[in-house]
């Protein structure tokens, strides 16, 4: 049996890209890129989590594209990109400077946003020369630092060593997802998204999240759980907004206030009542309309300034 794939209808369905390109990695890992709307608009880079692919920023890259140039890629291991046995931060740091430098000319500046461990990359890359370069802003949705396994609260559990043990062997676990069932849907629901989600966004998120190969799932999962990234905030110099669900058990708002704190330019916080994880699915148009905020205010601005100099 295939694995299932995005939805093909609605909001949630991918538009089909104005370009695909490879982005080559350091390491040689070949990487799925699309590109959406205008060449001489201002650029937008999209960094998905864990398990998910470039679907899952279909609202986004519908809402923006028209008068943005969108540029999303697959995660190694994820989407249209090739696994590959080098995951690690560094990977991720390494894979978004090849992105950078496969979409944007020299010089030029984009708002970087990523969710999950998409705003880990970001973390990651935050010192790199690539990122210097090109990142004018970041909106960081739904994401931490340091902490994850202990922090989650998907199992109802006090906080302590018996349900971090448990989270993270429920996170690492090996067992594959299988087809999108009824049953399928109320755990991912559950895990993920707020109590409140339409059904047409848990669905979208349940056959994006189920087509992430296991042997990814699980390699990736033993990077989040060691993860420590707290210098990597700490590098990130430029302005940086932050959103997070209150409803979102697997970065729960302590992550997202632990990262606001830390950051040398905060934009502040935003936290969603009642949205869960998948924040660019289930508050799409807050999302989307916190990027275009940032690209008025770090790149057209700054361009209609340098124009009247």
């Known amino acids: 049996m295939s694995r299932p794939t995005h939805v093909e209808s609605g909001p949630y369905a991918p538009p089909v890209p104005a370009r695909e390109l490879t982005a080559v990695s350091a390491d040689g890992a070949r990487l799925h890129v699309e590109v959406h709307g205008p060449e001489s608009a201002p650029a937008v880079v999209l960094s998905h989590g864990w398990t998910c692919s470039t679907a899952f920023w279909a ?4 809402a923006l594209s028209a008068d943005h140039r969108v540029i999303a890629y697959d995660q190694r291991g994820h989407g249209r990109s090739a696994a590959s046995p080098a995951c ?3 990977a991720l740091a390494d894979d978004i400077e090849a992105v950078l430098g496969a979409t944007l000319a020299p010089g030029e500046r984009a708002v970087l946003v990523g969710h999950s461990m998409g705003g880990m990359t970001v973390m990651a890359a935050s010192g790199r020369a690539a990122f210097r370069e ?4 970041v909106l960081l949705c739904s994401t931490g630092s340091s902490g ?20 993270g062997k429920i996170l690492a676990s090996r067992a594959p997802l299988g087809p999108v069932t009824p049953a399928a849907r109320r755990i991912l629901k559950y895990a993920t998204m707020g109590p409140g989600s339409e059904p047409d966004m848990v669905e979208a998120c349940a056959r994006i999240v189920h087509a992430c190969p ?6 990736w999962s033993k ?3 060691m993860l420590d990234l707290d210098h990597g905030v700490r590098e990130l110099r430029v302005p940086a907004a932050v959103v997070v669900g209150t409803a979102d058990r697997l970065t729960p708002p302590v992550t997202a ?8 330019e905060s934009l502040g916080l935003t936290e969603l009542p009642g ?27 700054n361009s209609q300034v340098k124009e009247g100099a």
């Open 148 to 167: 994850l396994v202990a922090a989650s609260t998907v199992l109802p559990l006090r906080p302590g060593r018996i349900r971090t043990w448990l989270t």
């Open 59 to 62: 609202a986004q890259i519908r």
């Open 88 to 90: 690690s931060t560094d």
């Open 223 to 225: 990077v989040l759980a």
């Open 214 to 219: 296991r042997r990814v799932r699980h390699t």
């Open 257 to 264: 206030r632990a990262v606001t704190d830390a950051l040398p």
């Open 275 to 301: 949205i869960g994880h998948m924040t660019p699915v289930e508050a799409p148009e807050l999302i989307s309309g916190k990027i275009r905020e940032l690209v008025d205010t770090y790149i057209r601005s």
């Open 134 to 137: 090109h990142a004018a802003a």
